[in-house]
């Protein structure tokens, strides 16, 4: 066990890279550290990581580097993880080669290391350290290593040389996505649609310290709007399919021309005629079992209430369910934050829409925000358009919903 001292130096290495690079501090606290009893000090130098996003903490190591230290290395592993560097892994996944495992790792590192400037350990694999321009890829140093393979590098010692801190160790399948003896796939990891959020969360905190005019490394500046795009384009997507179904439900009229316009504020005792015609009730239905995360679904109904608030139904218009294997108490949210999610077992989204629909009159408009592991029901609703926005690539909607995919729209 790790004594209490040694976690609060943990606790203090997380605050200092939090504080050294706030756009990443939602992602850091993503991090689960996992005491790993197993391996060799050594191997856990970099205090690796894995696709769920654990990260593996040796006591030894934890005890032996500066708080300074520590927390280089989780920037350092928090990239590898956002940076999808175990998916983008280019070598042999059947057969595993040491060799291309190690070159990937330095590819990999040169390409985080050179936007943590200032923070970084003097010894650690940077582009010039390979030899290589600043500012590539990992494929672009990957490439140029497999062609021309350094000959005499400080991460090559010659045999009998201890090894210097860069070359013990290494970043862990958070870094290639093969596994690791210390790897511990029984604990609870976090899930790909969480991992995608917490990248998009933090791309956008990236955006607002660019528009706020802060300094932010060019590396996460282009990763950034690679990331974005996507997003941008799913938003439009929701966005394009709320506006659709609410102009349908309120009689195919597009409330958008409904809200007061310039020259109704001139003439305040004018009601306009279309005024008076209600705007559609919404609810928003979301799945709170167990594979989805509190976060993953603040960020979805931030993206769908945002949405609905452009377009100009409020909150009296808007009731949200959550439903597990059971629906639960209607509410109306005021704020994000203060909505209660329930739920936390099986899901039956089923029990969600009957809950929906018991409402007299029905809403206009149901969207439901799942990952689409769920039975459905089997007939669309009579009179309720209905979206789904599904939170997981390999979820699956029924054919007479409109579906909107966070990943793969474009
Ligand atoms: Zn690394």
Same mark, same amino acid.
């Given at each position: 066990?790790?004594?209490?001292?040694?976690?609060?130096?943990?606790?203090?290495?997380?605050?200092?890279?939090?504080?050294?690079?706030?756009?990443?501090?939602?992602?850091?606290?993503?991090?689960? &550290?996992?005491?790993?009893?197993?391996? =060799?000090?050594?191997?856990?130098?970099?205090?690796?990581?894995?696709?769920?996003?654990?990260?593996?903490?040796?006591? +030894?190591?934890?005890?032996?580097?500066?708080?300074? +230290?520590? =927390?280089?290395?989780?920037?350092?592993?928090?990239?590898?993880?956002?940076?999808?560097?175990?998916?983008?892994?280019?070598?042999?996944? *059947?057969?595993?080669?040491?060799?291309?495992?190690?070159?990937?790792?330095? #590819?990999?590192?040169? +390409?985080?290391?050179?936007?943590?400037?200032?923070?970084? &350990?003097?010894?650690?694999?940077?582009? =010039?350290?390979?030899?290589?321009?600043?500012?590539?890829?990992?494929?672009?140093?990957?490439?140029?290593?497999?062609?021309?393979?350094?000959?005499?590098?400080?991460?090559?010692?010659?045999?009998?040389?201890?090894?210097?801190?860069?070359?013990? %160790?290494?970043?862990?399948?958070?870094?290639?996505?093969?596994?690791?003896?210390?790897?511990?796939?029984?604990?609870?990891?976090?899930?790909?649609?969480?991992?995608?959020?917490?990248?998009?969360?933090?791309?956008?905190?990236?955006?607002?310290?660019?528009?706020?005019?802060?300094? *932010?490394?060019?590396?996460?500046?282009?990763?950034?709007?690679?990331?974005?795009?996507?997003?941008?384009?799913?938003?439009?997507?929701?966005?394009?399919?709320?506006?659709? %179904?609410?102009?349908?439900?309120?009689?195919?009229?597009?409330?958008?021309?409904?809200?007061?316009?310039?020259?109704? #504020?001139?003439?305040?005792?004018? *009601?306009?005629?279309?005024?008076?015609?209600?705007?559609?009730?919404?609810?928003?239905?979301?799945?709170?079992?167990?594979?989805?995360?509190?976060?993953?679904?603040?960020?979805?109904?931030?993206?769908?209430? %945002?949405?609905?608030?452009?377009?100009?139904?409020?909150?009296?218009?808007?009731?949200?369910?959550?439903?597990?294997? @059971?629906?639960? @108490?209607?509410?109306?949210?005021?704020?994000?934050?203060?909505?209660?999610?329930?739920?936390?077992?099986?899901?039956?989204?089923?029990?969600?829409?009957?809950?929906?629909?018991?409402?007299?009159?029905?809403?206009?408009?149901?969207?439901?925000?799942?990952? %689409?592991?769920?039975?459905?029901? #089997?007939? &669309? &609703?009579?009179?309720?358009?209905?979206?789904?926005?599904?939170?997981?690539?390999?979820?699956?909607?029924?054919?007479?919903?409109?579906? *909107?995919?966070? +990943?793969?729209?474009?």
């Amino acid at each position: 066990m790790a004594s209490p001292e040694l976690w609060e130096k943990w606790s203090a290495a997380r605050v200092r890279a939090a504080h050294q690079a706030p756009y990443l501090a939602n992602a850091l606290l993503s991090l689960t &550290p996992v005491l790993a009893t197993g391996p =060799s000090s050594g191997e856990l130098r970099r205090f690796p990581a894995d696709p769920g996003w654990h990260v593996y903490v040796g006591t +030894e190591e934890l005890a032996r580097q500066s708080v300074q +230290e520590v =927390s280089f290395w989780l920037i350092h592993q928090v990239t590898h993880l956002l940076r999808e560097h175990a998916r983008r892994y280019p070598g042999s996944t *059947v057969h595993p080669q040491a060799e291309e495992q190690r070159t990937w790792n330095l #590819a990999t590192d040169a +390409e985080i290391n050179d936007d943590l400037t200032p923070l970084r &350990p003097s010894e650690v694999t940077t582009p =010039s350290t390979l030899g290589l321009p600043d500012d590539g890829t990992a494929e672009q140093y990957w490439h140029a290593l497999r062609t021309n393979p350094p000959p005499d590098r400080h991460h090559r010692p010659e045999p009998g040389t201890p090894p210097s801190p860069d070359t013990a %160790g290494d970043c862990g399948s958070g870094c290639d996505g093969l596994p690791r003896a210390w790897d511990r796939d029984d604990l609870p990891a976090l899930s790909p649609t969480a991992a995608r959020l917490t990248a998009l969360d933090t791309a956008r905190r990236i955006r607002e310290r660019l528009n706020a005019q802060d300094d *932010v490394p060019a590396g996460w500046r282009r990763w950034a709007d690679q990331v974005l795009e996507p997003a941008v384009s799913w938003r439009r997507h929701l966005s394009a399919k709320v506006r659709h %179904g609410l102009a349908e439900a309120a009689g195919r009229v597009d409330y958008t021309y409904r809200r007061p316009s310039r020259r109704a #504020a001139a003439l305040p005792d004018v *009601v306009l005629p279309s005024m008076r015609r209600p705007l559609p009730s919404v609810t928003v239905l979301i799945d709170t079992s167990g594979s989805i995360t509190e976060t993953m679904l603040a960020q979805a109904l931030a993206e769908v209430t %945002g949405i609905l608030r452009a377009v100009g139904v409020g909150r009296r218009l808007l009731t949200v369910i959550t439903c597990d294997a @059971r629906a639960y @108490r209607p509410q109306t949210v005021t704020r994000i934050p203060a909505l209660h999610l329930d739920g936390g077992g099986g899901t039956d989204l089923r029990a969600g829409f009957a809950a929906a629909l018991a409402k007299r009159p029905p809403p206009d408009l149901i969207i439901a925000i799942t990952d %689409g592991r769920t039975p459905w029901p #089997a007939h &669309p &609703p009579r009179t309720t358009r209905v979206i789904v926005a599904l939170l997981d690539a390999n979820g699956q909607a029924p054919g007479w919903a409109e579906t *909107v995919r966070l +990943e793969g729209a474009s």
